[in-house]
């Protein structure tokens, strides 16, 4: 099973700020690897997949890179519904698909 | 636009079987993958196991002796069994489809995730 770490743990920013969030791979998932946000009492929903590819919807101050095991999800300018938790996954070796752990923004 | 709805029961005893429900509305069962996950605060998010459209499962291989997910076309349902639950099984379950059609493992739209907790 792969294991995704992400760093940091919480990331203390104020709007406007750049958020830059990572997460490692146990192993290679070449580019099948996403990133999903969570609100507070709401169900995950996609923002990236395969890497850098945003969801339908998803607005451009979203963005990813990264390759094989390390992994980005950059927001520009934090606007204030961007203070979340965020999780990345990985679909390259499967079953099981496998989640990180978060990395909760939130205001500083 | 579709949605996603769980259903079921909150309350589940110890060594009973959990049997949650997903209703699909604005869209059809077909042709896509439709996965439950789970997530509690000390294990995170954990995929259990998609089914398709034509009924093809796969299972996460730490829980695929006490999983089933099935579905029903005709009404636009899929249902997830979890036999044998202890108190580890306390979770909010989710139900979730592939966000494109005949691919596999990115999810999107999720259902609002419905408070299971085994207890007696």
């Known amino acids: 099973e792969i294991v995704l770490t992400q760093s940091p743990a919480t990331l203390s920013l104020s709007p406007g700020d750049r958020a830059t969030l990572s997460c490692r791979a146990s192993q290679s998932v070449s580019t099948f690897l996403s990133w999903y946000q969570q609100r507070p009492g709401q169900a995950p929903r996609l923002l990236i997949y395969?890497?850098?590819h945003r969801a339908p919807g998803i607005p451009a101050r979203f963005s990813g890179s990264g390759s094989g095991t390390d992994f980005t999800l950059t927001i520009t300018s934090l606007e204030p519904e961007d203070f979340a938790v965020y999780y990345c996954q990985q679909r390259a070796n499967w079953p099981p698909f496998t989640f990180g752990p978060g990395t909760k923004v939130d205001l500083e | 636009q579709v949605r996603l709805q769980e259903s079921g029961p909150g309350l589940v005893r110890p060594s009973r079987t959990l049997s949650l429900t997903c209703t699909v509305s604005g869209g059809s069962i077909s042709p896509y993958y439709w996965s439950w996950i789970r997530q509690t605060p000390g294990k995170g998010l954990q995929w259990l196991g998609y089914i398709s459209d034509t009924g093809t499962t796969k299972y996460n291989p730490a829980l695929t002796s006490r999983v089933t997910i099935s579905v029903d076309t005709a009404n636009n349902q899929f249902s997830l069994q979890l036999r044998s639950v202890t108190a580890a099984d306390t979770a909010i379950y989710y139900c979730?489809?592939?966000?494109?059609?005949?691919?596999?493992?990115?999810?999107?739209?999720w259902g609002q995730g419905i408070l299971v907790t085994v207890s007696s």
């Open positions: 395969d890497v850098s």
């Open positions: 979730a489809r592939d966000v494109f059609p005949h691919s596999e493992g990115w999810f999107d739209p």
